[in-house]
């Protein structure tokens, strides 16, 4: 037991895969970009769905605020008639 534990703490060389060693032309290093560039995709396929939702509920609001709320001059004067 001594002897797996020594062993585990020792230290050892550690070994750079190929795309943080600089081999940039490596498969690996390609489809890590590839992998970058469809989550950006996907980060901001979402993000303009969230935009464009927001824009037609603006649009919306708009046109539906004009059709509830009279004008002030439309607005009936209160009589000074009393009953």
């Known amino acids: 037991m001594l002897a797996a534990g020594a062993m ?12 943080c060693f600089g081999k ?4 690996l290093a390609k489809g890590m970009n590839w992998g970058i560039l ?3 995709a996907v980060v901001v396929f979402v993000l303009s769905g969230f935009a464009a939702f927001f824009i037609y509920l603006a649009k ?3 046109m539906t605020s004009g059709d509830t709320a009279p004008a002030p001059a439309e607005m009936p004067q209160p009589s000074s008639k009393q009953v």
């Open 24 to 27: 940039s032309d490596s498969d």
């Open 38 to 40: 469809s989550l950006l």
């Open 60 to 62: 919306r609001a708009a």
């Open 8 to 19: 585990a703490a020792a230290p050892q060389p550690l070994w750079a895969c190929a795309a």
